[in-house]
């Protein structure tokens, strides 16, 4: 199994920036992919960005050019640098994980983007 841990999420003015954290243990080994996902309220759940193994990257279309995806593999952590925030930003922003055939998804860290 793996565990997931997110931090760095909260409240935020548009235009502005911040920092997500996710840090993976347990069975790192077997990670295939890690990455994000977010569900704003009303809605579904959509992938933001994600890493494979071998650093094939993707980057949803409506965050590419603002959200900077990246990894630590010495750490097994992955950030989601999150600028020019807009108030469609606004959700619940997940961490996950796929390994050994399985999605593992952390508890998820809220983010607000209101003046």
């Known amino acids: 199994q793996v565990q997931l841990v997110e931090s760095g999420g909260g409240l935020v003015q548009p235009g502005g920036s911040l920092r997500l954290s996710c840090a993976a243990s347990?069975?790192?080994?077997?990670?295939?992919?890690m990455g994000w996902g977010r569900q704003a309220p009303g809605k579904e759940r959509e992938l933001v960005a994600s890493?494979?193994?071998?650093?094939?990257?993707s980057v949803a279309e409506s965050v590419a050019g603002r959200f900077t995806f990246s990894r630590d593999n010495a750490k097994s952590t992955v950030y989601l640098q999150m600028n020019s925030l807009k108030p469609e930003d606004t959700a619940v922003y997940f961490c996950?994980?796929?390994?050994?055939?399985?999605?593992?998804w952390g508890e998820g860290t809220p983010v607000t983007v209101s003046s």
């Open positions: 347990g069975n790192i080994l077997s990670i295939n992919a």
């Open positions: 890493i494979t193994t071998f650093g094939d990257t």
């Open positions: 996950f994980v796929e390994a050994a055939g399985m999605d593992y």
